[in-house]
């Protein structure tokens, strides 16, 4: 095509040209890291196993230096540069990843938390005490460089140090009006959960800093105004109109971290499509659970991450955390003295809970359900999520946390010994059947643990006991914690998905040891019990309120 840029070449390569729809705008500028030619050849070369760890390189000179001498090897060689040429490239002009980083311990670490005390059972104890240690692994300050040179990296700079969630996540997450989905430059149009005010209320109730939370009280409302301005969506329900929200990020081109799986992902579909296959990706990226059957269910194929259509889908743990989020403001702002806007988020508070009860909730199993605003049905499959209002304190209805329990009961859930299933769909996506995830673990452990029910309660319990012998048994085999486990065949590292099971792991060890902190004096390293059926349940509470009476 003489005359023709590259740039133009690979607008039309991606269905982005003449004649089709307009392109969206690339997550970011870098011709490097978001989007360009050589961002295209280095990914679809697939010099590395994963796509993400290209784009985590640092530069070792300037970016126009590198686009400059990339430019002339690309035209000596026709814009096709063969993979021997690439690799030394990348070696000549990129870092390590990681290089950027250096170990960190917090201030505020103790080698002996007072929480290990609380621990009956001494292999517990032992393997707390070794899942503590990994805090100082994970914690991470940035070099110098990365403030002086941000043009070099894709990480966002930060004066203050983080923990990272371990394996491939080598990153932060930090407040940019929004909580980017990852502290690196191509994550900027991504945001993800909103649950930075969440994060305050439990800093608060540890040290009372009223102070940083005056401080910090235009931030946490900068999220929430996010959501409100770029994330809602109006849903006509009887005659009545209710905005709720959703994921949905409108920005083009393939995910840089993801990108050769993307690009090929839409060479199977029709020219028109592909942009909003990759918008559809990323808003599944925001949602956290990426990828899922809750985000295929409804498309051409459900079994296909091609169907993906995550916009078009009201998520129940989005809302639940938003209307967590608002009591939260409410009550932050009363504490300050703000009379006017405690009473502003009461009301959105109010109104959301109203939203959710009217859009979401169904009071005959108990739950909670995605809706759909293409059909404008509810997602009835099982999924953790559904019961996220429990967890965050968003109903109005006393009897809730035993309407859930049915719930779990009615699908089956309580059968499974090793840990809560994240769905009953096997579809090869890691957010899935058969992996289950430790933040899911929590939405519904600590929701029925919050219930003043015995019964809510001592579920809690076992669930509980079950992911902690999960846990243990497969760091007593792998001596390592992981993103995810399989819980289909007594319990292993998880799988499905984009990338291979990471190590680590921030919310992996830390719902472990918050576990161990609530039920410590009961938690057992003992061989795995098969959970017990419904018509059971009694009968445990009784033997469980017996043998307490005994002088132990």
């Known amino acids: 095509m003489p005359g023709r840029t590259w740039e133009l070449c690979l607008l039309l390569l991606l269905g982005l040209g003449l ?50 001498s990339f430019s002339e090897l ?49 292999k517990l104890r032992a393997w707390a005490g070794q899942l503590h240690q990994l805090w100082k692994k994970l914690g991470k300050k940035m070099k110098p460089e990365v403030l002086s040179h941000p043009e070099r990296f894709s990480l966002i700079y930060s004066d203050h140090p983080f923990i990272v969630p371990g394996g491939r996540f080598l990153e932060f997450y930090y407040c940019y009006g929004h909580v980017p989905n990852g502290g690196r430059v191509y994550y900027l149009q ?43 969506v109006s849903v006509s329900l009887g005659g009545k109109s209710y ?25 199977t579909l029709p020219e028109g499509d592909r942009e909003p ?66 009473r502003k988020y009461r009301t959105l508070r109010a109104q959301r809970l109203d939203t959710l009860n009217a859009v979401l909730r169904d009071e005959e199993s108990g739950a909670w359900f995605d809706y759909d605003l293409e059909t404008g049905k509810k997602n009835r499959e099982f999924y953790p999520s559904n019961l996220t209002p429990l967890w965050a304190g968003c109903f109005s209805d006393p009897s809730v946390a035993d309407k859930a329990l049915k719930y779990l009961e ?53 669930l509980a006991q079950n992911w902690i012998r999960t846990n243990f048994d497969v760091y007593s085999q792998k001596s390592a914690m992981y993103e995810k486990y399989d ?39 003992g061989a795995q019990l098969a959970f017990l059926e419904p018509h059971c349940l009694v009968a445990a509470l009784l033997l469980s309120f017996l043998l307490s009476l005994l002088p132990w």
């Open 19 to 68: 004649g089709s729809q307009e392109a969206l705008p690339p997550p970011c500028e870098s011709r490097i890291y978001c989007h360009g030619e050589l961002l295209h050849q280095v990914q679809m070369a697939k010099l590395y196993q994963d796509d993400k760890h290209f784009v985590d390189m640092p530069l070792s000179t300037a970016p126009d230096e590198v686009l400059q």
């Open 74 to 122: 690309s035209e000596a060689y026709n814009h096709s540069i063969p993979t021997r040429q690439l690799q030394a490239f990348v070696a000549e002009h990129f870092q390590d990843v990681g290089q950027e980083l250096q170990p960190w311990t917090p201030a505020d670490w103790k080698d002996s938390p007072q929480f290990l005390q609380k621990i009956s059972d001494a």
């Open 190 to 232: 991504r945001s993800q959960p909103p649950l930075l005010t969440l994060m305050m209320d439990r800093y608060l109730s540890h040290t009372n800093d009223i102070a940083f939370l005056q401080e910090n009280i235009e931030t946490l409302a900068l999220e929430l105004d996010f959501w409100t301005k770029n994330r809602s």
């Open 243 to 267: 905005i709720l929200n959703r994921y949905y990020v409108p920005y083009g081109g393939p995910r840089p971290e993801s990108y050769s799986k993307d690009a090929e992902l839409a060479d």
């Open 277 to 342: 296959l990759w918008a559809e990706l990323k808003a599944g990226a925001e949602s956290g659970w990426d990828f899922s059957s809750r985000w295929l269910i409804g498309g051409p194929n459900p079994n296909l991450l091609s169907s993906i259509r995550t916009s078009k889908l009201v998520p129940v743990d989005l809302n639940a955390f938003l209307c967590q989020a608002e009591e939260l403001m409410s009550n932050f702002y009363a504490r300050l003295g703000n009379d006017s806007q405690a």
């Open 410 to 462: 009615d699908s089956h859930i309580l059968t499974y010994q090793y840990g809560i299933p994240t769905s009953l769909q096997k579809t090869g996506q890691q957010w899935d059947f058969p992996n289950a995830w430790a933040p899911l673990q929590d939405v519904v452990i600590r929701g029925l643990a919050k219930s003043p029910s015995p019964q809510a309660q001592e579920v809690a319990f076992q």
């Open 487 to 525: 819980i289909s065949n007594g319990g292993q590292p998880g799988g499905g998905g984009e990338y291979e099971v990471q190590e680590g792991f921030g919310w992996t060890n830390g719902v472990v040891l918050m576990l161990l902190d609530r039920y410590g004096d009961r938690l057992t390293s």
